[in-house]
């Protein structure tokens, strides 16, 4: 068993040194100061020291920004909101009569809707769904800057959970 292992790290160390040494080589052939041009200048050159070679200005790069930045278009970078589907209003309808006030738009709260739903077809354990929804709740207090204590949250992401199964959930 030793002697297998001296042989194949013996031949690790040969195959490392080969190539090695095959780099070295191929580095050293490319390398090299020596000028393979042969021959020499052209003498009416070397006599007439007042001759100056051509100036030539570089052309535009192909790669060079536009001279003109394109204008944006005036709905940039979009709406500011995003369309809630019926369901959604629905949802948020529901929340808002159990005393709870999303935040701007409404949609962290469908989203988080959304997560309850997926968690339930998924076989997630309840427990598990309101530890996620618990912190979603406290995100979405944050975005209004509402401060809510560990009770509360855990009160309405009770409520999240029972209104989205109600009214959202299908």
């Known amino acids: 068993m030793q002697a297998r292992r001296f042989r194949t790290s013996v031949a690790r160390a040969l ?5 090695a040494v095959t780099g070295g ?8 100061d020596d000028s ?3 021959g020499s ?6 006599q007439d020291s007042t001759t100056t070679p051509p100036v030539t200005s570089p052309g535009e790069a192909a790669t060079a920004p536009p001279t003109e930045p394109t204008p944006l278009p005036d709905d940039f970078p979009g709406p500011a ?3 809630v589907s019926d ?3 629905a949802f948020l309808d529901a929340l808002r009569a159990r005393g709870i006030q999303p935040a701007a738009d409404g949609s962290i709260a469908v989203s988080t809707a959304d997560y309850i739903c997926q968690a339930q077809r998924q076989g997630l354990s309840a427990d598990d ?3 996620f929804v618990t912190a979603m709740v ?3 207090a944050s975005a209004t800057g509402e401060e809510i204590t560990p009770e509360d949250a855990d009160a309405n992401a009770q409520t999240y959970i029972e209104v989205a199964h109600a009214s959202y959930c299908r």
């Open 15 to 19: 195959m490392v040194g080969a190539l």
């Open 25 to 32: 080589g191929l580095l050293a052939a490319c390398g090299s």
């Open 36 to 38: 393979t041009a042969s």
């Open 41 to 46: 200048p052209s003498s009416s050159a070397a």
């Open 81 to 83: 909101e995003v369309p």
């Open 87 to 89: 369901e959604g209003q």
């Open 129 to 131: 769904t309101k530890v």
């Open 138 to 140: 406290g995100a979405e």
